[in-house]
C-alpha cells in the first residue's frame, strides 16, 4: 500500500531527496497472543496510527500486513521473518527513494519529531540511523545452554535499548539486505547494515515510544491516550 503525502512533502520539509517509509506489522502476534497491530486504542487501530505518523514525514508508506491480510488491508504481504517482511516492502519503494524509514506498527506512539531526528542524522552523511534509550537495569549474559549460568555483566553506560523509526539511506538498506540473502533473521534492519559495514548511528529515542508486546502494553497505550 503507498499512502499520498501530506501538502508538503517530506523531501520538501527536508531539504533532500524522497524520503519513504515501511510500516511493518506483518507478525502473527504469537507473545500477545493475537494480531496487536489491528487492536484499538483512542479510537484507532495500532497499525493505523503509525501509519498516519509515518506519513507525516514521507513521500509515500509501504504497510506490510500477514499475506492473509495484504488484499483487504491494501497492504504488502510479509514474510516468514521481519527481515523478508522488510524486503518484502523494499520491492515496493520506489527507486527514486534517497532516505527509507522502517518503522514497526506496534510502536504507535512515535513522534514526528523523532522521525525528523533519524532522517536528519542520514542526511548528515550516516548510512543509519536509529532511536534509542539508556538502559536502566543491570544486563547480565547468560549461557546459551539452558543453565541459567552468567557468563558476563556488561557495563551499562555502553547500552542502549533501540526503538524505531529508524531511518537509512536507501543504497546502504538494500544492498545490507542483499547481503543477507534470506539466511539472515536480524532482529532490526540496522544491524544488517552494521554487518555489511555501514555507519550507524544512535539519537536519543523516547520513553513513550514503547512497543506493544503483551496486553499489559495494550492496557497502558490505552491509560496512555485517555490522559
Known amino acids: 500500500m503507498v499512502l499520498p503525502c ?7 520539509q527536508h531539504g533532500h531527496g524522497q524520503v519513504w517509509s515501511i510500516v511493518v506489522g506483518a507478525g502473527s502476534g504469537a507473545r500477545f497472543g493475537g494480531l496487536k497491530q489491528y487492536e484499538v486504542i483512542g479510537g484507532q487501530r ?3 496510527r503509525s501509519v498516519a505518523t509515518a506519513s507525516e514525514r514521507s513521500d509515500g508508506v509501504v ?3 500477514p499475506a492473509s491480510d495484504a488484499e483487504h488491508e ?3 504481504a510479509g514474510g516468514a521473518s521481519r527481515a523478508e517482511s522488510v524486503r518484502n516492502g523494499l520491492q515496493h519503494v520506489p527507486a527514486e527513494a534517497e532516505i527509507i524509514c522502517v518503522h514497526d506498527a506496534a510502536r504507535p506512539f512515535a513522534s514526528s519529531e523523532l522521525f525528523d531526528q533519524v532522517i536528519a542524522a542520514v542526511q548528515a552523511g550516516a548510512d543509519a540511523a536509529i532511536p534509542a534509550v539508556p538502559v536502566t537495569d543491570t544486563i547480565k549474559i547468560v549461557a546459551s545452554d539452558g543453565s541459567g549460568r552468567v557468563k558476563a555483566t556488561p557495563d551499562r553506560s555502553t547500552l542502549v535499548a533501540v526503538q524505531t523509526p529508524q531511518a537509512f539511506k536507501a543504497s546502504a538498506l538494500r544492498i545490507a539486505h542483499e547481503k543477507a ?3 539472515v533473521d536480524a532482529t532490526d534492519d540496522a544491524m544488517l547494515v552494521e554487518q555489511a559495514g555501514g555507519v550507524v548511528v544512535v539519537v536519543p529515542g523516547e520513553a513513550v515510544n514503547r512497543k506493544i508486546t503483551t496486553p499489559d502494553d495494550l492496557e497502558w497505550a490505552r491509560r496512555e491516550v485517555e490522559q
Open 6 to 12: 501530506g501538502s508538503m512533502t517530506s523531501s520538501e
Open 46 to 48: 495500532v497499525i493505523d
Open 63 to 65: 504497510i506490510v500486513v
Open 74 to 76: 491494501g497492504g504488502v
Open 181 to 183: 540473502g534470506g539466511n
